[in-house]
């Protein structure tokens, strides 16, 4: 997706280059089963979209020196961290299309793992010398994990709104995405005005990210998302799609909704699938995401109107594209 973007042909590959270098020799460890998960599970790459909007945010106002590169590493350690300990809760079996570490190498070992990435992640902090991006990422993990907890109160809830569902993906996802634009800005001595534009950039752009990955669900494929389609459900967690069923579909297809949600059945999908495709609630949620980036878009404004935020403005809108 990035590689078709203009600043992304020329400079994506260099970009993650220095990031990679960061993250390299920060997973390594005297204790082996340390650096084989950590190698194991950063080794399968992703989008990198976290690091990349640091570095974007800095780079857009004319900031490019080593430190971006370590704090982006810092980033990604921070979501491989929250990846890891997910798919032990979850209870995963397949992220980016392969076996999880829980499942190949057992729920302690990955959870001890993610720790050592957390507490890896604020050693490159330190390393920064602000005491201000300590402060933003202490707050944001803070909230992400605050995040963690809400999703699993919902596990199974028929009664949620959708105000209560965009508050658990602001915390759980969004927050990351706000974090990583924000310590962009602090490293490149943005004014209060810029830091909350790109602030807010990577929240809605975080927002947009996560309601296309509800819809992806069901639209998707598992070589796509990296995922098994349906695993959502099958965990019982009310997206976006089902929510607007529940509150929109007729009072069967709300009482089918609630009954798969609350026995967390995969049985349930194909009848669920039905019912999601049968209505609009993949195009509403695909519209409530164009909303945020919409949204995201408009922060850019502020900022200088140079390659790089013409690039953020482009990667906003290439998040739609997967649903496309």
Do not use: W
Request: proline fraction near 2%; hydrophobic fraction near 45%.
């Amino acid at each position: 997706m990035l590689n078709n973007l203009p600043y992304f042909q020329r400079h994506l590959n260099d970009d993650l280059e220095k990031v990679n270098v960061v993250v390299n020799r920060a997973v390594q460890s005297e204790v082996a089963l340390i650096s084989q998960i950590g190698t194991y599970i950063i080794s399968a790459g992703g989008k990198r979209l976290r690091p990349i909007i640091t570095i974007l945010a800095g780079k857009a106002l004319g900031y490019d020196d080593p430190k971006l590169y370590s704090l982006a590493a810092m980033v990604e350690f921070i979501h491989t961290s929250t990846l890891l300990h997910d798919d032990v809760v979850d209870e995963s079996e397949l992220r980016r299309g392969r076996e999880t570490a829980n499942n190949l190498f057992g729920n302690a070992a990955a959870v001890l793992v993610g720790d050592f990435l957390y507490t890896r992640a604020f050693q490159l902090m330190v390393g920064s010398g602000s005491m201000r991006i300590l402060e933003v990422m202490a707050d944001a993990t803070n909230i992400i994990a605050e995040g963690e907890v809400m999703q699993l109160m919902n596990i199974g809830n028929t009664d949620i709104t959708e105000a209560e569902y965009v508050q658990v993906i602001q915390y759980k996802t969004a927050k990351l995405f706000e974090a990583a634009a924000q310590v962009g800005a602090i490293l490149a001595g943005a004014t209060p005005e810029q830091e909350k534009a790109l602030k807010d950039y990577g929240m809605y752009v975080g927002t947009a990210f996560q309601i296309i990955d509800d819809v992806l669900d069901y639209s998707g494929n598992a070589d796509e998302i990296g995922k098994n389609v349906g695993d959502d459900l099958a965990e019982g967690k009310p997206t976006l799609p089902l929510i607007y069923l529940m509150r929109q579909g007729s009072e069967q297809v709300a009482q089918d909704v609630r009954e798969a949600l609350q026995h967390a059945d995969r049985g349930s999908f194909d009848k669920i699938y039905r019912h999601v495709m049968d209505s609009q609630a993949l195009s509403y949620a695909a519209g409530e995401a164009e909303k945020a980036v919409k949204s995201a878009v408009a922060c850019l404004d502020v900022l200088p109107d140079n390659e790089v935020t013409r690039a953020m403005r482009a990667l906003a809108e290439q998040s739609l594209a997967r649903v496309s």
